[in-house]
């Protein structure tokens, strides 16, 4: 038996009666095995949220992970929020994925002292091999809010298409809102019916609780 590398992803073995191939173990399937810098993780990210998600978070956020893309270092972000815009939150999420999908860089998350709401969907980006938390981080889960007078005032059909398409936005939401929660609560001890009902009312948890659920690797301090 003999064997060799064809190319930067696959590996030959040759036999009397044939070959067969094996691909080698994608960068990122090499990295999940592996756990982060805790240094790193805990005093030196190189990506920090903190404060309110809105617009100006959102372009500081765009903007520090262009320089950890431009480089070759894997990506530390440190989480410490009380919340704010969903879609902001979403866009980081996203890019988040992206970098982690696209980079052959690993990527890991560590919650400090609050990741409330919004904050939530950033940390759920990772997958729940590379979430942190503090000792003393609490994390807020609730459904988004919504707070707005609708005031119908005209023909019928005319109202019955302003409730139709406030229904349409609703529906978008919830439908939004299910697609983070369900990266949060995969791969741990709780389903995303039990986290609905939890995030029905401000659902807080300690470190401690979200460990025992398995919604994160460890505890880092």
């Not at 999908?101 to 560590?110: E, L, P, T």
């Amino acid at each position: 038996m003999f064997l060799w590398w064809n190319n930067a992803s696959t590996i030959v073995f040759g036999h009397c009666n044939g070959i067969a191939r094996m691909d080698r173990p994608s960068p990122s399937n090499q990295q999940s095995t592996r756990g982060p810098d805790r240094h790193r993780l805990l005093l030196d990210p190189n990506l920090r949220i903190h404060g309110l998600i809105d617009d100006r978070a959102v372009m500081n956020f765009l903007a520090d992970l262009k320089e950890v893309r431009n480089g070759e270092n894997d990506l530390y972000v440190e989480i410490d929020t009380p919340g704010g815009d969903a879609d902001g939150a979403r866009r980081m999420a996203l890019e988040i994925k992206l970098f982690l999908k696209h980079s052959g860089r690993a990527g890991y998350v560590i919650g400090k002292n609050t990741v409330y709401s919004a904050g939530i969907t950033v940390l759920a980006a990772f997958p729940k091999s590379s979430r942190y938390l503090c000792p003393q981080a609490v994390l807020l889960i609730h459904e988004r809010r919504l707070e707005k007078n609708l005031v119908l005032n005209g023909p019928i059909r005319g109202c019955l298409q302003i409730i139709r398409e406030q229904l349409a936005l609703l529906q978008t939401a919830e439908q939004l809102e299910d697609e983070g929660f369900a990266d949060l609560v995969r791969g741990s001890r709780f389903s995303l019916d039990e986290l609905r009902d939890h995030a029905m009312n401000s659902c807080y948890l300690s470190a401690e609780k979200a460990l025992e659920l398995e919604l994160v690797q460890d505890i880092a301090d």
